[in-house]
């Protein structure tokens, strides 16, 4: 009896080699499970931020067509006669309409005295082509996309050099994106980044490290080891 009591102890002092195996495999599989979910996440974000930009490219160009008129490039009067909220619109003194979308690469993502990005979103959003509160003004006039970061409209008209980060027109940006948030998006809108990952400087979507400017961004590979700045993304949308 005491034997057999003994054995019975041994057995249920510790676990068997293949009763460890079991239970490193579940780990493993849980794990696995884990960063594929962060992963899908992390995709999720991206396709979002990607949606809403081209959602907004969408909403300006119905506005072209459905008023003869940039958003933005309109006066406040011309807003409240179509009866529609807020008081946001074009900057004080200018002629109106005029043709032109003023809101500097500088100010994309600021504050700006002299900038029309308020008239911008308070008429695709009134017009109901954007959802949103059209009464916003100022900072938060700016969408928020998936990533935390804001969503804000970039031209450059009237100067030497009209472009942004090297593209002429009007572009929706977005801010505060990761190296690989940044290349996941550039991947989506201009297609397979080439074999040095860089693509940042070239198609409809440019990337930047530095604030937005006129010029063409400095040619970067997307690499995601050791780049720990965060980037900026403007995509052409007329």
Known sequence: MQNLRSRIAGRQSGFTLVEIAIVLVIIGLLLVGVLQGQEMIENTKVKSLVSDMKSIQVAYNGYLDRYKAI????SVAIMLNRGWPGTGGAVAGAATPNGLLVVLPAATFAVAAASEHEGFWRGLRASGLLTGDPTALAAAAHPKHSMGGLIGIASN?????PTVLG?????????????????????????????????????????????LAAAAPAALAYDEATTVATWNVCMRIG
């Open 71 to 74: 958003p933005g490039d309109e």
């Open 157 to 161: 008209p009237g100067v030497a050099i």
């Open 167 to 211: 593209l002429p027109g009007v572009h929706v940006c977005a801010n505060n994106l990761t190296t690989k948030q940044a290349a996941a998006i550039d991947v989506l809108v201009d297609g397979p980044l080439p074999a040095n990952q860089i693509g940042n400087n070239t198609g409809n979507l440019r990337a930047s490290t530095a604030a």
